[in-house]
Structure formats: C-alpha cells, structure tokens
C-alpha cells in the first residue's frame, strides 16, 4: 500500500435530490481515479461537522458508500477517513472492512480512530466516554482487528472488548493496511507506531515539525524505522483556475469561524486557525504552497478535501494535475 496523494470527501451538499446524490459521489471517485489519486476516502460521520457545516446537512454511512464506490470504480483505494471506533465492535470492523477489500478486489484499507464528535453520539445512542476511555477502547480494538486482517483468530479479554476464537474468513489477502489518523502525539503516534502501515497526521500546518519529531520518538519507544510507517497530511484545498475565485471561497470559509482579515491575523495568531489547513489559489499556487508548507517539513503525501467545490466535474481532475507531480516520482 501506498497512499501519497488522497481524495476525500468530506461535504455532500450538492444542492441536488437525495436520488442525485450518491451519482455526484461516483463521478469524483472516476474522475479521482483517473487524475492519479491513490485513494478516495468519506468520513465516517453521521452528522456534519461543525467546521464544514450545520448538523443536518447530508451526510452518508461510510461502508454502504465505499462498498458502492468499489463496484463503480477500477483501480483506486478506498477508506474511510477514519472509521470512528466508538461505532462499532472491533470484530465486525474486521469483517466490514474485509468484504469491503473482496468487493473491490484487494483495495480497502481500514482507516481508523478513536472518535470525537460527541453530538453524533449522543444523538445515535453510542457511549461517548472520556477521552482516555476512548483511547483504551481504540488499543484494544486493534489488538483484536490486526489479527483478524491477518488471518488469524482473535481471543481477547479485554476492560472493553471480549472475543473468543473469532474467525474472519473468507479474505483475498493477509495484509489489509491499518491507516490511523489522528494528532494526539502520545497515544495515537504511539498506536501508530505498533499497529499502523500509515497515519493521517491532522493538526495545522505549522505543527508539522513537532509532530513528525514525537512521532520519530514513538517509533524509537517500540525499535520501528519510521520510513517504515507511511505519512500524510490532511489539507483543505480551495483551487480554482481563477485564483481570486479561490480565495473568495476560503474568505467565506473563515468568515463562518469569525475570521474576516487574514491579513490582519499576526502570524502566530494565524497559525491557530483553521487556515493554517487550508491552501488556496490556482492549481500552481496551491502546489507551491503544499510542497513548502508541508512536503518540505518530511511528510511523506497529502490527503486533500475540496469542501468548496470538488462536486463540480473538473476540480478534481485540476487538483490532481497540480499535485500528483509532487507525490509521485
């Protein structure tokens, strides 16, 4: 596996009829695919997040849409960005994530993490729990997932999950990638460090150089090589040939947060904002701005959302062009 260029898709408020939906999804994952893209990812939510928009806005079951993205596309992976673990029992995400790589023939990766947004919750019925109780929850899970992707059995008593000699069969491969995403530079570059093929490193920019050093440290605490554990960044991209246009779009963005004149922002008052995520302007302007920003700090690929408009047919396709030559030797 490798994941150096990624697509997700965060937003479904296309403005089109619950029964248009799902084909607007369809036809950013083709044309991912044909734009070089790695993989292609939803979230795992069933409320809109606060950042991208209100609670109520559409939103789709993970597995039930990548299962139908595998049917509708060739060669591109596909995963969740992150499948919360709160969701769901550890065991059956073994299974879900396993008839998803035999759907798609080989192209799932289980993206995964300890879950955080408390309103879905509440809402749905699940225990949220403390943080480090989320936290135990996400450690146990993966000693009873890794295994069960490995074709092994699982016997496992644990303060939160129990399993007796479950099976996970039938599977076209033993080596289903683990991606963890996550910021937490103690107990999710540490899991990272054990469990994972790959992690998803969301924090601002600005943050990357004392995350890669406390994930180089976790790696160091358990003898692993880092080159050995794939990286990525999660960007916000706003790209659009006309780069005025862009950057309209990311001022009404950060006018939603309460941010109205970047230019006005101190530089370390702006590193604390979410547009220290974000990268807009022409597709060589945002080019120029993930390789400095981010794969000059030693990330390895980047995962981008077009929340503004990646449903319109061509964005995709424009940030794929503009960005695959960075990624991809």
């Not at 150096?4 to 369809?26: C, E, H, T, W």
């Not at 609670?55 to 079951?61: G, Q, S, V």
């Not at 003898?223 to 005025?244: C, H, N, W, Y």
Request: hydrophobic fraction near 40%; glycine fraction near 8%; charge should be negative.
């Amino acid at each position: 596996m490798s994941i150096r260029l990624g697509y997700q898709m965060p937003n479904f408020s296309y403005g089109v009829a619950p029964k248009d939906l799902f084909p607007a999804v369809i036809a950013q994952a083709r044309e991912a695919e044909a734009a070089g893209f790695d993989a292609a990812f939803v979230m795992d939510h069933f409320y809109q997040l606060p950042v991208i928009g209100e609670p109520n806005e559409p939103m789709l079951e993970a597995y039930t849409a990548l299962s139908g993205l595998a049917a509708s596309t060739e060669r591109i992976q596909l995963s969740a960005l992150v499948t919360g673990n709160t969701y769901r029992n550890p065991a059956l995400t073994a299974k879900t994530v396993t008839t998803l790589d035999m759907v798609s023939r080989g192209r799932a990766v289980l993206g995964i993490g300890a879950g955080w947004f408390e309103l879905e919750h509440q809402a749905y019925g699940f225990e949220f729990g403390t943080f480090t109780e989320r936290f135990e929850r996400l450690e146990e899970a993966l000693q009873i997932i890794t295994p069960m992707l490995r074709g092994q059995r699982s016997t496992f008593d644990g303060k939160w999950y129990h399993t007796n000699d479950a099976m996970n069969e039938p599977r076209v491969r033993d080596d289903l990638p683990i991606l963890l995403g996550g910021g937490g530079e103690k107990k999710t570059f540490g899991m990272a460090a054990r469990f994972a093929d790959h992690l998803n490193i969301i924090c601002n920019a600005s943050e990357l150089p004392r995350k890669l050093d406390a994930l180089h440290a976790r790696c160091d605490e358990v003898g692993r090589d880092p080159k050995t554990l794939e990286t990525s960044f999660l960007a916000f991209v706003i790209v659009d040939e006309d780069g005025d246009r862009a950057r309209k779009a990311q001022a009404e963005i950060l006018a939603r947060q309460g941010i109205t004149d970047l230019s006005a922002l101190p530089t370390e008052s702006l590193r604390r904002t979410i547009a220290d995520r974000q990268f807009a302007g022409t597709p060589d302007q945002v080019a120029e701005q993930i390789q400095t920003r981010v794969l000059d700090q030693g990330i390895d690929g980047i995962i981008v959302n077009l929340v503004t408009n990646g449903h319109e047919s061509g964005t995709v396709e424009l940030a794929g062009r503009a960005l695959s030559p960075l990624v991809h030797a």
